[in-house]
C-alpha cells in the first residue's frame, strides 16, 4: 500500500504554523511593541478562565476574530468525547504520570522540536512550572465536560496555541540568534504539532498498558476521538489528524523515524525535567523540618531517591523506543542506568497491581500500588502556589474525590 503519509508532505507542513493564531500574536504586539506588551499578552492568557469569559475590552479586532471563530468544538467528535473524558475521569491520576514520565521524555527525543524549547529556556528555568501548566491544560480539555458550553477546556486550546503563537513570534524576531528555518522548519510547525498528538494519545495509551493497566478498545479509541477535537481546536491541520488508532500508530512511526535523534537540547529539558519531578510531595515534607545537618542530609537523600525513581519510570516507559539507528531513546536522553533493586520493586508493584485488579474484576473498585503515588503527587501539585496566592494547578472537586476515594 502507498505510505498514508510521506516525507514530502511532511517535509512541506514543518514549513506550515498557524496562521489565525500567528495573525493575532501579530495583532497584539504591532499594536504596541514595547517590551511591556509580553507582560499584558501573559496576563491576557492568564485571564482564559472559563469558555463563558468574555474578551477583556481594548484587544485587537483580529485577537477578538481569532477567540470567536476558533472556539466552535469540530461537531464530529462531539458523540465520542464524553467518552473519552470517562477514561480520562477514571484514571486522571495514572495518565498524569505517564505525561511526566514517558510523553515529556518522548517529546524531548525529537531533536528538532527540542530547539524551540530551549531556545525559550522557559522549560529549562521553570521546569516544574511547564509541567504543572501541561498538566492543567491536559485536566482542563479532558475533565467530563471540559470542551462544554461551561467547560474550560476551549480557553484553554485558545490559549494554548496563542502561547504557541507568541513563542514564534519571539523566534522569529531574535535577530541576535536567528532561527535557521531551512534546517528546522518554522518553530511549532504543522509536524511537530502532530507529534505533540501522538504524545498525549498513543504514548499514553501504550503508558498505560506499560504499567499493566488495561483498557478497552472502545475506550481507547473515545479517548483518541476526543483529542482530534482538542488537535483540531489547538490548530492542527486536518491531514495530520489521523481518523483511527491504526492511522496514528502510522503516522507516529513516520514521524518518530523522521525526528527522533541524539540533542544536546533533549538532554537539557529531560534533566531538568528530572530535578522538577524530584522536589516533590516526599520532598516538600521534609523541607518543613528544621534546617539542620540531619534534615539537609534527609532532604538530598529524597531528592536522591525521587531522582532515581522517576528515572526508572522514564525508562521502563521508553524501553523498546529508539531512533533509526538502534540506540535506545533512554540513552539518548542520558537518563541515569535503573539500580537492579529499583527495577526489581517496580516490576513487583505492576505484577501486584495488576493481580489486585484481576481478583477486584470491577472497574469501579479498580485501584493499584501507584495509585497511592500518584495521589500523593496530585496533593503536592494543588497546594503550590504561583504568587498572590494563586494556585498553579487545580482539578474539578468532583473529579478529584473521584480519583481518590474511588
Not at 517590551?35 to 479586532?61: E, I, M
Not at 531533536?111 to 525559550?120: D, M, N, P
Not at 472502545?218 to 495530520?240: C, I, K, N, P
Not at 530535578?275 to 529524597?302: D, K, M, V
Request: net charge negative.
Amino acid at each position: 500500500m502507498p505510505a498514508r503519509w510521506t516525507d514530502a508532505q511532511l517535509d512541506r507542513l514543518r514549513t506550515v504554523a498557524d496562521e489565525p493564531a500567528d495573525r493575532a500574536v501579530r495583532a497584539f504586539f504591532n499594536a504596541s511593541p514595547d517590551s511591556a506588551q509580553w507582560n499584558r499578552l501573559h496576563a491576557l492568557l492568564d485571564s482564559f478562565v472559563s469558555d463563558s469569559a468574555a474578551p477583556p475590552p481594548g484587544l485587537p479586532p483580529e485577537l477578538i476574530d481569532y477567540l470567536t471563530t476558533t472556539a466552535r468544538v469540530p461537531p464530529p467528535s462531539l458523540p465520542r468525547i464524553s467518552a473519552g473524558e470517562a477514561l480520562f475521569a477514571d484514571l486522571g491520576p495514572e495518565i498524569l504520570l505517564v505525561l511526566g514520565c514517558y510523553s515529556l521524555p518522548a517529546a524531548y527525543a525529537a531533536a528538532k522540536g527540542a530547539q524551540v524549547l530551549c531556545r525559550t529556556e522557559f522549560l529549562e528555568r521553570a521546569a516544574q512550572l511547564r509541567l504543572f501548566q501541561t498538566a492543567q491544560m491536559i485536566v482542563d480539555v479532558m475533565s467530563p465536560g471540559g470542551l462544554g458550553p461551561r467547560g474550560t477546556g476551549i480557553r484553554a486550546a485558545q490559549k494554548v496555541r496563542l502561547l504557541h503563537a507568541s513563542i514564534r513570534h519571539l523566534i522569529r524576531t531574535d535577530a541576535s540568534n536567528p532561527w535557521n528555518a531551512d534546517l528546522l522548519g518554522v518553530p511549532i510547525n504543522q509536524e511537530d504539532l502532530a507529534g505533540t498528538l501522538m504524545t498525549f494519545t498513543l504514548v499514553v495509551l501504550d503508558g498505560l498498558a506499560k504499567l499493566d493497566i488495561t483498557v478497552p478498545r472502545e475506550q481507547q479509541e473515545a479517548y483518541y476521538d476526543a483529542w482530534r477535537a482538542v488537535a483540531s481546536l489547538m490548530g492542527l491541520v486536518d491531514e495530520l489528524i489521523p481518523a483511527t488508532l491504526e492511522e496514528a500508530r502510522e503516522l507516529m512511526t513516520v514521524i518518530h523515524r523522521r525526528q527522533i535523534a541524539a540533542s544536546p537540547e533533549g538532554v537539557r529539558l529531560t534533566q531538568s525535567l528530572l530535578q522538577a519531578l524530584s522536589e516533590g510531595p516526599f520532598a516538600a515534607e521534609a523541607a518543613g523540618a528544621p534546617a539542620s545537618w540531619l534534615s539537609r542530609l534527609a532532604n538530598g537523600a529524597i531528592e536522591h531517591e525521587m531522582k532515581q525513581i522517576s528515572s526508572v519510570l522514564m525508562r521502563h516507559m521508553l524501553d523498546g523506543q529508539a531512533d533509526r539507528n538502534g540506540t535506545p531513546v533512554a540513552d539518548l536522553l542520558q537518563l541515569p542506568p535503573a539500580p537492579m533493586f529499583s527495577e526489581f520493586l517496580l516490576d513487583v508493584a505492576l505484577r501486584i497491581g495488576a493481580a489486585i485488579e484481576h481478583d477486584l474484576n470491577d472497574t469501579a473498585h479498580r485501584r493499584r500500588v501507584l495509585r497511592w503515588f500518584n495521589i500523593r503527587l496530585i496533593d503536592w501539585m494543588l497546594t503550590r502556589q504561583l504568587g498572590a496566592g494563586r494556585s498553579l494547578f487545580s482539578v474539578p472537586d468532583s473529579l478529584y474525590a473521584s480519583w481518590k476515594h474511588t
